[in-house]
C-alpha cells in the first residue's frame, strides 16, 4: 500500500467527535477503495491464472484472510461476492475496529473505547441498503447497531425489530363518527407511542369539528381549543389511511416509502432523502417532514420500536402513520384505539370475514375520505 | 395510468370478493376435509377454548381453515389481570362468542350493610337510624328491634336486607332521592327515573331483569339491551364498544358500563389532552 492518506487529525483526545471527522474518515476511506481496486485489478490477472481455483484448496489468501494484513485484506474482500457498499463499510469498519491493519491510521482514532464503537456503528449504519433488499442476515446486523448505539448514546435498552407481515392479513380501520367527543385522547397516545418529536410537536392524527350536518372540512377545524364535545357538533378523525393506491409511494424518486403485504405503507427512514415529493402527493396530508433534529427526552422514550415503525428518527426524513406497525404486527390493537375513551376506534384484519371491521363494513353506512381520487383508503368512517 | 389502474382493480376485486370466496370455499369443501384435523386440534390445545370451538357451526370451522386469510394463529397474554365472563345472549360477527370484561373487581360488591353497619359519627346514615326514622311505617309492618337483633345476644345481627325489604310494601320504604346523595341519576329519563328501574328492590347489589331474573352488575349489558337493543346489537357485531387486548386476541370487550356511568351514560364535556401545534393553512386547510 503505497498510497498516501490525507493528513489525519491533530491530536486524538477526548473531545466530542464532529462531522469533520467523519469527512475525512470518509475521504480515508474513498483513497482506501481505490488503491483496492488497483489492487484488484492486478491481483485479478494473478488469480485467473490456472493455479488457483479461488476456493482456497490452494492454500491462498482466501482460505484464510489474514486481517491484519491489508493485501490479504483487501483481497479477501474482492474475492467475495459483495457489494461495493458492504466492502467498504467492512474494510473501514475492520480498520476503525482497531486492527492496527494500517499504522497510518492508529492515529486517527479516537481514544475512548466507547467512541470508537460508536463511530464505528455509524459507519456502518451509513453503508447500509434499502430495508427491502436488507437480508434477514442484514436486518439482523443493523438492528443490533441501532441498539447498541442507543445503549451508548442514550444509555437505554431498545427492543427493536423488523418484523415482517403476517400471512392472511390486511389492516383495515374504522372510526366511528358519532361517538368521538374530540377529546383528542388518541392524538396524545399516538405520541407518546411513535416517539414523536416533542419540540416541534409532529403529530400523525387530527380531529376535525364540523357543524353537524354534512361533512365539510372547509367550515371544520382542527385547532379547536374549547371544552368538547361541542353542542351541535361531532367530530372526525384522518391519519394515514393506508392506501389501496397510495399515490405517496408513486412518486417516491429513491424507492424509499412502499406498501407491505399487509397494507402498511411503510417509510425507510434512513433511505428517504428528505425531497417530501411525498407529502405534496398524498391527498389527506398524512405525511410529516421533520424539519429539525426529533427532540425526544429519554425518560419519554418507546423502546418497543419497529425499523418500519415508530423507531428514532432524524432530521430531514418524513414520517407518518404506520397503524402502529410494531404493535399490529404482533396482534396488539394500534395506540391510539387503546387511548380512545369512548370506543369510536375499531381495528382488524380484513381478510377474517369474521372480524368487526368485516361487520361494520357488512352492517353500516360506511364511507371513505376523497373516494373519487380512487386512492381507496383502508380507513372507513361509520355512524350509529 | 394504466398501471395505476389494473391495480387498483386487482386490489378491489381482492377486497370485495374475499367474504365471497370464502363462502364459496366453504360451501364446496368437502365436510371432514382432512387438512381441517390438525389446525382444529392445535386450536383446541392453544387457550383451552375448545368449548367454544365445539359450540361453533361447522360452516364456521371450515371458513376458518380453508379460507386463504384468518390465522388461527392467537396471541394471548394482552389482557393483563382483566378478568373476563363469556357474553350470554349475543354472538358475535359470524355467529361466534365472546366475552365481556368483569367489573367487580373494580368496583367492589356493596352489601347495603358494607355502609349502614357503621357506627355513629360516621357519614353514612346507620342501619338502627334508618329503621327508627320512621317507627310507625315501622309498627305497621311489623318490624321491631329483634327483626335484625338477636333477642338473646343483641350484639349478634340477623343482616339479610332483603328478607323484608322484598316484601311489596316495603319497597317504597327505600327512598330514592334522598339516598346515595353522591350518585345524580340522570338516567333513565321521565318517571322511569328510579333506582328500581334497573336495581332489584331487594338486592340492589344485583340487577333485575323484565322477566324477573336476577343478574350482577358484570352482566349490565343485558340490562342495558332492554332499552337499548339497537345499541347493543351494534355492541354485539363490533360497531359500538370498546375491545380490549389485541385484533389477534379472544375477543373481550367492555360492556356497558365499562364506558358509560349507568347514572349519567352521556360522556362529560371536558378540555381535550392536547392541542396541533402546527397548524395547516391554505385552500384544504
Redesign the interface.
Known amino acids: 500500500m503505497s498510497t498516501e492518506f490525507p493528513s489525519p487529525p491533530p491530536e486524538p483526545t477526548e473531545r466530542e467527535l464532529t462531522f469533520e471527522d467523519i469527512l475525512r474518515w470518509q475521504a480515508m476511506s474513498r483513497m482506501v477503495e481505490r488503491s483496492l481496486d488497483e489492487q484488484g485489478r492486478a491481483e485479478g490477472e494473478a488469480v485467473s491464472a490456472p493455479a488457483c481455483s479461488g476456493d482456497g484448496s490452494c492454500g491462498c489468501a482466501s482460505g484464510t484472510p489474514d486481517a491484519l494484513q491489508p493485501q490479504s485484506l483487501g483481497a479477501a474482500l474482492l474475492e467475495k461476492p459483495m457489494g461495493r457498499r458492504h466492502a467498504l463499510g467492512t474494510l473501514v469498519g475492520t480498520l476503525l475496529a482497531g486492527t492496527q491493519a494500517m499504522g497510518a491510521c492508529t492515529s486517527v482514532l479516537p481514544t475512548g473505547e466507547k467512541d470508537r464503537e460508536r463511530l464505528l456503528l455509524e459507519f456502518q449504519e451509513r453503508l447500509k441498503a434499502n430495508f427491502r433488499v436488507m437480508t434477514d442476515q442484514d436486518k439482523e446486523d443493523t438492528i443490533r447497531r441501532m441498539e447498541r448505539l442507543a445503549q451508548l448514546k442514550r444509555g437505554i435498552h431498545l427492543n427493536m425489530t423488523g418484523e415482517s407481515a403476517?400471512?392472511?392479513?390486511?389492516f383495515g380501520y374504522?372510526f366511528?363518527v358519532s361517538?368521538c367527543?374530540?377529546?383528542?385522547?388518541c392524538?396524545?397516545g399516538c405520541?407518546k407511542e411513535n416517539n414523536q418529536d416533542r419540540r416541534?410537536?409532529?403529530?400523525f392524527i387530527?380531529?376535525f369539528e364540523m357543524e353537524g350536518g354534512e361533512v365539510d372540512?372547509?367550515d371544520g377545524?382542527?385547532?379547536?381549543?374549547?371544552?368538547?364535545?361541542r353542542e351541535d357538533h361531532f367530530y372526525l378523525g384522518t391519519q394515514c389511511f393506508q392506501c389501496?393506491?397510495p399515490p405517496c409511494v408513486?412518486v417516491c424518486p429513491v424507492a424509499a416509502t412502499w406498501q407491505e403485504p399487509d397494507g402498511i405503507v411503510v417509510i425507510d427512514y434512513d433511505w428517504c432523502i428528505g425531497c417530501r415529493y411525498c407529502i405534496a402527493a398524498c391527498p389527506y396530508?398524512a405525511r410529516?417532514f421533520n424539519w429539525a433534529e426529533p427532540e425526544v427526552p429519554t425518560d419519554q422514550i418507546n423502546p418497543d420500536q419497529h425499523y418500519l415503525g415508530n423507531r428514532l428518527r432524524r432530521k430531514g426524513c418524513v414520517e407518518k402513520c404506520t397503524f402502529c406497525i410494531q404493535?399490529?404486527r404482533?396482534?396488539?390493537?394500534p395506540a391510539c384505539m387503546e387511548a380512545?375513551?369512548?370506543?369510536a376506534r375499531?381495528?382488524?384484519?380484513?381478510?377474517?370475514?369474521?372480524?368487526?371491521?368485516?361487520?361494520?363494513i357488512?352492517?353500516?353506512k360506511v364511507f371513505r375520505l376523497k373516494e373519487d381520487l380512487?386512492t381507496?383508503p383502508r380507513f372507513w368512517y361509520?355512524v350509529? | 395510468m394504466k398501471a395505476v389502474l389494473t391495480r387498483r382493480a386487482g386490489l378491489c376485486a381482492v377486497g370485495a370478493c374475499a367474504g365471497l370466496f370464502l363462502v364459496g370455499l366453504a360451501a364446496c369443501a368437502p365436510e371432514g376435509h382432512h387438512e381441517a384435523l390438525p389446525d382444529l386440534e392445535h386450536e383446541a390445545e392453544a387457550g383451552g377454548h375448545g368449548a367454544e370451538i365445539d359450540a361453533q357451526p361447522l360452516e364456521g370451522e371450515a371458513e376458518e381453515v380453508h379460507g386463504p386469510a384468518a390465522s388461527s394463529f392467537v396471541v394471548e397474554g394482552l389482557l393483563g389481570d382483566v378478568l373476563t365472563m363469556p357474553v350470554q345472549g349475543f354472538t358475535g360477527p359470524g355467529g361466534k362468542p365472546f366475552k365481556v370484561a368483569m367489573r367487580s373487581p373494580e368496583i367492589g360488591h356493596y352489601p347495603c350493610t358494607s355502609c349502614h353497619i357503621r357506627p355513629i359519627g360516621t357519614k353514612s346514615v346507620v342501619l338502627a337510624q334508618m329503621h327508627v326514622q320512621r317507627p310507625e311505617a315501622a309498627a305497621a309492618m311489623h318490624i321491631d328491634c329483634y327483626a335484625c337483633h338477636d333477642p338473646g345476644n343483641p350484639l349478634g345481627l340477623r343482616l339479610d336486607c332483603a328478607e323484608c325489604h322484598a316484601r311489596e310494601g316495603l319497597r317504597d320504604l327505600m327512598p330514592s332521592s334522598s339516598a346515595h346523595l353522591t350518585i345524580r341519576l340522570g338516567h333513565p329519563s321521565g318517571h322511569y327515573r328510579n333506582c328500581f328501574t334497573c336495581h332489584a328492590p331487594e338486592n340492589p347489589g344485583l340487577l333485575a331483569l323484565q322477566d324477573g331474573n336476577l343478574v350482577t352488575l358484570d352482566e349490565a349489558y343485558r340490562k342495558c339491551a332492554e332499552c337499548h337493543f339497537m345499541q347493543a346489537e351494534s355492541w354485539a357485531g363490533g360497531g359500538h364498544g370498546k375491545r380490549l387486548a389485541g385484533w389477534q386476541s379472544e375477543r373481550v370487550i367492555l360492556s356497558c358500563t365499562g364506558c358509560h356511568n349507568p347514572h349519567s351514560p352521556k360522556f362529560p364535556v371536558r378540555r381535550p389532552v392536547t392541542f396541533p401545534k402546527i397548524a395547516r393553512r391554505g385552500v384544504e386547510r
Open positions: 403476517q400471512e392472511g392479513v390486511i374504522a366511528n361517538k367527543k374530540g377529546y383528542r385522547e392524538v396524545a405520541i416541534t410537536g409532529i403529530q387530527r380531529i372540512f372547509e377545524t382542527a385547532e379547536y381549543q374549547h371544552e368538547v364535545p389501496t393506491n408513486e396530508w410529516r404493535r399490529t404482533k396482534g396488539r390493537h380512545c375513551p369512548t370506543g375499531v381495528f382488524g384484519n380484513l381478510l377474517d370475514p369474521d372480524s368487526e371491521i368485516r361487520w361494520i357488512e352492517n353500516k380512487g381507496e361509520f350509529d
